[in-house]
Nanobody
Framework: QLVESGGGSVQAGGSLRLSCTKSGYTGGDHCMGWFRQAPGKEREGVASLDRYSTTSYADSVKGRFTISKDRAQTTLYLQMNGLKPEDSAIYYC????????????????????RGQGTQVTVSS
């Protein structure tokens, strides 16, 4: 089970940190990531993090967003700085049992396990 939190409303240039807590899986570290979906748009992979701590980011968020996890491997984070109105979307945490992330951030929307999403709204 994956549960996201940390969404909200901010002005352009602001920051938010999303969290994703996982439970029910104790098989070791594996691929996790974030994707987002805005109204009327396709899902977009935002960032991924594999068991080797390799990260991948969409070009649209590089240099602004940072994906990380806690040492206990139970919580995934997405630090979002320099937010823009075009970042507004529902953000979802996703995961799979394999240790590597096939396709990097672009593959995150296809991962089989996902949370319910958290809304991020950025006003200009």
């Amino acid at each position: 089970q994956l549960v996201e939190s940390g969404g909200g409303s901010v002005q352009a240039g602001g920051s938010l940190r999303l969290s994703c807590t996982k439970s029910g899986y104790t098989g070791g570290d594996h691929c996790m990531g974030w994707f987002r979906q805005a109204p009327g748009k396709e899902r977009e992979g935002v960032a991924s993090l594999d068991r080797y701590s390799t990260t991948s980011y969409a070009d649209s968020v590089k240099g602004r967003f940072t994906i990380s996890k806690d040492r206990a491997q139970t919580t995934l984070y997405l630090q979002m700085n320099g937010l823009k109105p075009e970042d507004s979307a529902i953000y979802y945490c996703a995961a799979e049992v394999r240790g590597f992330c096939l396709g990097g951030s672009a593959g995150v929307p296809e991962l089989p396990y996902r949370g319910q999403g958290t809304q991020v709204t950025v006003s200009s």
